[in-house]
């Protein structure tokens, strides 16, 4: 096999990519943004025009390069529920979506402990099993109807292949509904009376089928294609790490989430108020985790078209002390309940500053949550954050260990992905940021925890590490 095509579905945007095995790097990308739509019972996922934009990308990529097997990653906090007749029982619930908190307190009754699953009580549809509670309990006829329960990136697998399977890393991740330590369904699953409706649990690099012959002659594919399970986002970037690189470690998975990931870390004790839980890698092992939204804080306050990084301009925040205090948006992260705070009015910043403080603000969360998983020894940022010097530098600054940037690719998901199919072949791409630190950054830093305990303690009564 020299080429794999990747399906990566992210929360804001969806690609097919396809990865050549021998350089280890994309070679030809499709994207389109991925939509949700308001009509139906809820905000839901548009499933049927991602899939015909997945058909149409496999097809024209195939036209460039052969196209010699496929695999999927998306992300997390999503199931899909299917009829006897492998219909959607119900539409694929955006986990932003705020009808599963109206059953809050009483899924709070239900679900098991931290200690069980590692996985933090959150807002939303974050958790899958309060998504399939809130289902459960306010659609009782539709989801009487339900007959399969999948995954989000095996739904895929399955389109692909018509082979219904979950796998380890999607039901590893804050869904309540896996025990990491027993690697088995949580108590959830058993007291609720879905453990029969989940597909067979399979792991992520296994070949599930070949691709479908009317799906093969739609695209022009070859027919049996081979066709791999499926993984996690978050999972995907830390993959090749696994794979290449010694512990201690820690990656950085940055996208509309940034995902903090420690390998042979301190030993700690998760805070699942904090939005740290345990994740389960690709090899079954549990992974310390812990994530905020960096990547839509970004989008949020910078824009989709920043401005040029200006080291006059991060030297001018540093002299002035300008920062912006957590959290931007709130709801999730280490400090949750916190009201976000600029310390010099943010719109009369110029917008170079303005992204040197952002990007500040980002590094210095980055390094909390990699403070609360007990990391140790280098960090790898992945993504879209891997370009940034000012958010390298900080980081850097904060940790006082060895930065890694990803410049392989602008996501580290797809690449990820494909070591599913080409593990022997696997590099990282990751190069030690070797710019400049002067002493001011570790000031900032410094300055940035003192104030942040401040205003949290003030705005939210939490207690920041060090704090």
């Known amino acids: 096999m020299k080429t794999v095509a990747v399906i990566d579905i992210g929360k804001t945007n969806a690609k097919v990519a396809l990865v050549d095995l021998e350089r280890f790097e994309e070679i030809a990308v499709r ?9 139906g019972p809820y905000p839901h996922f548009d499933i049927e025009r991602l899939w015909r934009f997945i058909l149409a990308s496999l097809a024209a990529l195939h036209r460039e390069h052969p196209v010699e097997g496929i695999t999927v990653t998306t992300h997390g906090a999503t199931a899909v529920l299917l009829d006897e007749e492998d219909r959607l ?7 932003e979506y705020t009808g599963p908190d109206t059953l809050a307190e009483e899924y709070d009754e239900a679900r098991p402990p931290f200690l069980e699953t590692g996985s933090p009580r959150l807002p939303m549809g974050l958790n899958i099993g309060a998504q399939l509670f809130w289902q459960q309990c306010t659609f009782p006829e539709h989801f009487a109807n339900v007959a399969s329960i999948l995954t989000y990136a095996q739904y895929w697998s399955y389109r692909l292949t ?4 979950t796998e380890l890393t999607s039901l590893g991740c804050h869904t309540d509904l896996w025990n990491p330590r027993a690697g088995t369904f949580s108590t959830l699953v058993d007291k609720q009376g879905w453990r029969g409706l989940f597909a067979p649990v399979h792991k992520a690099g296994e070949v599930i089928g070949g691709l479908l012959q009317p799906l093969a002659e739609e695209a022009g594919l070859p027919p049996g294609l081979p066709v791999y399970c499926g993984i996690h986002d978050s999972n995907a970037s830390l993959l090749p790490h696994l ?10 998975s940055t996208g509309t989430w940034v995902i903090t990931l420690a390998v042979g870390g301190a030993a700690a004790e998760l805070d699942e108020t904090r939005d740290t839980l345990i994740n389960v890698n690709a090899l079954g092992d549990p992974v310390p985790s812990a994530r905020f939204m960096g990547g839509r804080a970004f989008s949020m306050i910078v824009g989709e078209d920043p401005p040029a990084a200006s080291p006059d301009a991060e030297a001018r925040v540093l002299a002035a002390g300008h920062m912006l205090l957590p959290s931007v948006p709130g709801g999730s992260g280490p400090f949750p309940s916190a009201s976000p705070r600029w310390t010099a009015e943010e719109k009369s910043r110029d917008p170079s500053e303005r992204l040197a403080i952002v990007s500040f603000h980002l590094a210095l969360m980055t390094a909390t949550c990699l ?27 904060a940790t006082g260990r060895p930065v890694l940037a990803n410049r392989l690719s602008t996501t ?20 030690a940021f070797k ?3 002067p002493p001011a950054y570790g000031d900032y830093a410094v300055a940035w925890k003192r104030a942040t305990a401040q205003h949290v303690k003030a705005t939210a009564g939490l207690k920041p590490i060090g704090g």
């Open 435 to 437: 710019g400049e630190i």
């Open 412 to 431: 580290g998901t797809s690449l990820g992905a494909a070591c599913l199919a080409a593990r022997a072949r696997v590099r990282t791409g990751a190069e």
């Open 243 to 252: 794979l290449t690189r010694g512990a201690p470690f820690s990656v950085v």
């Open 31 to 39: 994207k389109t943004p991925n939509l949700v739509l308001a009509d």
């Open 371 to 397: 403070d609360l998983i007990g990391a140790k020894g280098e960090i790898v940022v992945e993504g879209p954050f891997a370009a940034n010097a000012a958010y390298l530098r900080m980081l850097a600054a």
């Open 162 to 165: 018509g082979i219904k399977t």
């Open 89 to 95: 029982a119900l539409p694929v619930l955006d986990y």
